[in-house]
């Protein structure tokens, strides 16, 4: 099955999101506070492109 320009932005979505969580999850293990803050920071960072992604889907259908 080939995909088309909706899947992959779909696809890359839900990556993007599960990559949110990861990072929102190591920020609250860490200890180190330097590590907490670069994890707290990189969530945010892919919580915008997740947000750009759902704009891009919701333009697309």
């Given at each position: 099955?080939?995909?088309?320009?909706?899947?992959y932005?779909?696809?890359?979505?839900?990556?993007?999101?599960?990559?949110?969580?990861?990072?929102?999850?190591?920020?609250?293990?860490?200890?180190?506070?330097?590590?907490?803050?670069?994890?707290?920071?990189?969530?945010?960072?892919?919580?915008?492109?997740?947000?750009?992604?759902q704009?891009?889907?919701?333009?697309?259908?």
């Amino acid at each position: 099955m080939e995909m088309n320009e909706l899947d992959y932005l779909k696809k890359t979505l839900l990556e993007t999101q599960e990559r949110v969580r990861d990072f929102m999850h190591y920020s609250q293990t860490m200890k180190d506070k330097n590590l907490k803050k670069f994890f707290r920071t990189y969530a945010e960072t892919e919580g915008y492109h997740a947000r750009r992604l759902q704009e891009l889907i919701d333009q697309t259908q």
